[in-house]
Structures are given as structure tokens and as C-alpha cells.
């Protein structure tokens, strides 16, 4: 059971870390197809890694079936509305920024 | 470890509202609306936790899906105009 606590601990610690690594690059990425990618690592992989620790506390429970649901349902759904929000960004005219600086640089050498 | 988990994700949610509230296009505002919901679902699983009554996970079950059909129609009404239209309809 002392192995199972630890274990959890590091699972959930390291979610909650990933989960604040992506709201930072939310927050200070330049350009809005740059910012999906924070946005990609909060739901995949620090909801995983959170949603794995509780489950490892539950132990085997209709809790553990019903955090399996979650986990589920959310890896299907939220790569699928950030494809929509890039898709429909794209669609209304929304281009990516593009780095230009290398261009540049090869025209002065 | 479980209040420094809470205390993660709601910075994390914090983060997200503000890109939510500065944002430069509609488009982020609507990431950082979806990312906010993402999170209250991990909010409500780690409360229950917290609080030793796991008993709110059919309410984050439903938030999941009300955010993917939230955000999906807030695109839809943001691209046609009308949440009615068919997608093939006239383009």
C-alpha cells in the first residue's frame, strides 16, 4: 500500500507540473497555432497523469471505472474541439506566424 | 498531494481565463474557455478526492461533454451565424 501512495504522489506531481507547464505557454506563446500546442499538453497529458493518480488511490472500485470513463472520453473529445478551434481559426483566415528571421539572414549573407 | 494537485490545476485554470479575457482573436478566447472547462473537470475530480466523498465524477462525466458540445457550438455560431444551418448548405 506504501508503494501505491508514492507512486501516486509522483503521478499526480508530476501531471499538476505538466498541467502549469502548458497554462504558461498558453499564456506567453506569440501566436494562436502556437498556443494550441499548451493547450494539447494540459489535455492529454497532465489530465492523464492526474486523472491516473486518483485512480491509483481508489484501488480497484466503481471510482476507478468511472475515472477510466473520464479519462476516455475526455482524450476523445478534447483533441477533437482543439482540430475544430485550429480547422475554423484556418477556415475564417487566420494564418500562422510564420518565423522570417532565418530568410532574412540568408539574404544578408 | 492533493491540495498542491488543486492548487496546480487552479493556476492553471487562472492562466487559461486570462488568455481567455486578453486574447488577440475570438479564437482564443474560445481555447482558453475550452482549456478552462478541461480543467473543472479535473477540479471536481481531485475535490472529491480532497474532501474523502469521490462522489462527484458523474457530475465531471457531464462536464466533459458539455464542454465538447459547448465549444463545438460556439464555433459553429461564431462560422455560420446560425447554430441551424447544415454545414453543406450553400458554400
Same mark, same amino acid.
Given at each position: 500500500?506504501?508503494?501505491?501512495?508514492?507512486?501516486?504522489?509522483?503521478?499526480?506531481?508530476?501531471?499538476?507540473?505538466?498541467?502549469?507547464?502548458?497554462?504558461?505557454?498558453?499564456?506567453?506563446?506569440?501566436?494562436?497555432?502556437?498556443?494550441?500546442?499548451?493547450?494539447?499538453?494540459?489535455?492529454?497529458?497532465?489530465?492523464?497523469?492526474?486523472?491516473?493518480?486518483?485512480?491509483?488511490?481508489?484501488?480497484?472500485?466503481?471510482?476507478?471505472?468511472?475515472?477510466?470513463?473520464?479519462?476516455?472520453?475526455?482524450?476523445?473529445?478534447?483533441?477533437?474541439?482543439?482540430?475544430?478551434?485550429?480547422?475554423?481559426?484556418?477556415?475564417?483566415?487566420? $494564418?500562422?506566424?510564420?518565423?522570417?528571421?532565418?530568410?532574412?539572414? $540568408?539574404?544578408?549573407? | 498531494?492533493?491540495?498542491?494537485?488543486?492548487?496546480?490545476?487552479?493556476?492553471?485554470?487562472?492562466?487559461?481565463?486570462?488568455?481567455?479575457?486578453?486574447?488577440?482573436?475570438?479564437?482564443?478566447?474560445?481555447?482558453?474557455?475550452?482549456?478552462?472547462?478541461?480543467?473543472?473537470?479535473?477540479?471536481?475530480?481531485?475535490?472529491?478526492?480532497?474532501?474523502?466523498?469521490?462522489?462527484?465524477?458523474?457530475?465531471?462525466?457531464?462536464?466533459?461533454?458539455?464542454?465538447?458540445?459547448?465549444?463545438?457550438?460556439?464555433?459553429?455560431?461564431? $462560422?455560420?451565424?446560425?447554430?441551424?444551418?447544415?454545414?453543406?448548405?450553400? $458554400?
Amino acid at each position: 500500500m506504501e508503494t501505491i501512495d508514492i507512486a501516486s504522489w509522483v503521478v499526480l506531481m508530476l501531471g499538476a507540473i505538466f498541467c502549469v507547464i502548458g497554462g504558461i505557454g498558453l499564456h506567453r506563446l506569440p501566436d494562436f497555432f502556437s498556443r494550441l500546442h499548451g493547450a494539447g499538453i494540459t489535455d492529454t497529458l497532465g489530465a492523464g497523469l492526474i486523472l491516473f493518480g486518483l485512480m491509483l488511490q481508489a484501488g480497484l472500485t466503481l471510482i476507478t471505472v468511472k475515472l477510466v470513463f473520464i479519462l476516455a472520453i475526455l482524450w476523445l473529445t478534447s483533441p477533437t474541439s482543439t482540430h475544430a478551434i485550429a480547422k475554423a481559426a484556418r477556415l475564417a483566415g487566420l $494564418e500562422p506566424k510564420l518565423d522570417t528571421s532565418d530568410d532574412a539572414s $540568408e539574404g544578408a549573407s | 498531494m492533493f491540495a498542491a494537485t488543486m492548487a496546480a490545476v487552479l493556476v492553471t485554470m487562472i492562466l487559461a481565463l486570462g488568455r481567455a479575457v486578453l486574447g488577440p482573436t475570438t479564437y482564443d478566447r474560445i481555447l482558453g474557455v475550452n482549456m478552462a472547462g478541461t480543467k473543472t473537470v479535473l477540479l471536481i475530480a481531485v475535490l472529491g478526492f480532497l474532501t474523502g466523498r469521490p462522489d462527484f465524477l458523474d457530475l465531471a462525466l457531464i462536464y466533459v461533454f458539455l464542454n465538447f458540445i459547448g465549444t463545438l457550438a460556439v464555433l459553429k455560431f461564431i $462560422e455560420h451565424g446560425d447554430l441551424a444551418r447544415n454545414a453543406g448548405d450553400g $458554400e
